[in-house]
């Protein structure tokens, strides 16, 4: 059976079938993956994740993979898969919080963000398989940062251009974050089984507004609303006002996918050019994923303090 590709969406990626991943992905199925991949920005393996080597063997196609510093969430017998995991019976602590948004209590919520935009060097993308799924909601969406590039006036094009974006970690996603629901609430630590007290060492860094796709050479407003705080060189109401409004465009959910996830499906996302959110399941309810991430550094961000060095060694946290 040849491999096909059909739109995912109208607006962002491809649904690929055809696939065997029972046994070595020959070079040429192996290009064609990625040459879909770098038009689409996500790909859907529909119920192809059936087992481990599986989930490898689709990941290993787009670079060298690298265990999460979440140490305690890497398999015993694999690092380079995480387990994304919720179950009610849970009590242990969790990195993230349970937060009520549109009056539902949730665990594991993700506003609209691409991964580690804290950090000046940002990984090429990720895996994530479901295992278990979740009997209600769980979804996981993507929205096109090039196409959301395409999307903004053309004066709005000449403003953003050459300006930068000051980012900071911060885990608590009722602060202000732009573009995030004003009606988000968190549940307190003894409710969530959220953070354990843990602290992470995080110092702000820079990323560009606007970066162009090596490959294709089309623009990417390259902005995260998770973590953002201000544009460099900019009097902080206006800078406020600008990184709002663009938060507000790049999340336009009427241009997102939203995956409502099958029992093994696989999907694999671009981290430099696409955000993704997660709506999170209801407090009673299980979820069980795996999670592979690709490593890579667009080599364009930094350290806000010119006397860092990008390169040191610094824990990563899949946000």
């Given at each position: 059976m040849a491999m096909a590709r059909t739109p995912l969406s109208p607006h962002i990626g491809f649904e690929i079938a055809g696939v065997d991943f029972g046994r070595p992905l020959p070079d040429p199925e192996q290009r064609?993956?990625?040459?879909?991949w770098i038009q689409g920005g996500v790909l859907l393996f529909r119920?192809?994740?059936?087992?481990?080597?599986?989930?490898?063997?689709?990941?290993?196609?787009?670079?060298?993979?690298?265990?999460?510093?979440?140490?305690?969430?890497?398999?015993?017998?694999?690092?380079?898969?995480?387990?994304?995991?919720?179950?009610?019976?849970?009590?242990?602590?969790r990195f993230n919080r349970h937060y009520v948004v549109d009056g539902v209590a949730r665990a594991g919520?993700?506003?609209?963000?691409?991964?580690q935009s804290f950090m000046p060097t940002i990984v090429r993308g990720a895996v994530l398989r479901m295992t278990e799924p979740a009997a209600e909601m769980g979804e996981t969406g993507f929205i096109d940062a090039v196409a959301a590039y395409d999307r903004l006036s053309e004066a709005m094009k000449r403003r953003v251009e050459g300006l930068e974006v000051v980012y900071e970690f911060n885990p608590d996603f009722t602060s202000g974050q732009f573009g995030f629901p004003k009606d988000i609430s968190a549940l307190d630590r003894a409710a969530s089984g959220g953070d354990s007290g843990q602290r992470y060492d995080f110092p702000p860094c820079v990323h560009p507004l606007v970066i162009v796709q090596r490959e294709t050479g089309r623009k990417v407003l390259k902005l995260s609303p998770m973590h953002s705080r201000y544009i460099l060189g900019m009097e902080r109401a206006e800078s406020d006002v600008l990184l709002e409004e663009l938060?507000?465009?790049?999340?336009?959910?009427?241009?997102?996918?939203?995956?409502?996830?099958?029992?093994?499906?696989?999907?694999?996302?671009?981290?430099?050019?696409v955000i993704h959110s997660a709506r999170g399941v209801p407090l009673h309810c299980r979820r069980m994923a795996h999670?592979?991430?690709?490593?890579?550094?667009?080599?364009?961000?930094r350290y806000l303090d010119p006397a860092l060095d990008r390169n040191r060694v610094q824990k990563r946290l899949v946000d």
């Open positions: 064609e993956i990625l040459d879909a119920g192809a994740g059936t087992d481990d080597e599986a989930h490898m063997r689709l990941s290993q196609v787009f670079g060298q993979l690298e265990p999460a510093a979440t140490s305690g969430l890497n398999r015993a017998d694999n690092p380079y898969l995480m387990t994304l995991a919720y179950s009610p019976e849970d009590t242990r602590a919520w993700l506003g609209w963000h691409w991964d938060a507000l465009h790049i999340s336009d959910e009427r241009y997102a996918y939203f995956h409502k996830w099958g029992k093994d499906d696989m999907i694999v996302w671009d981290n430099w050019r999670r592979t991430t690709i490593m890579g550094d667009y080599e364009v961000g």
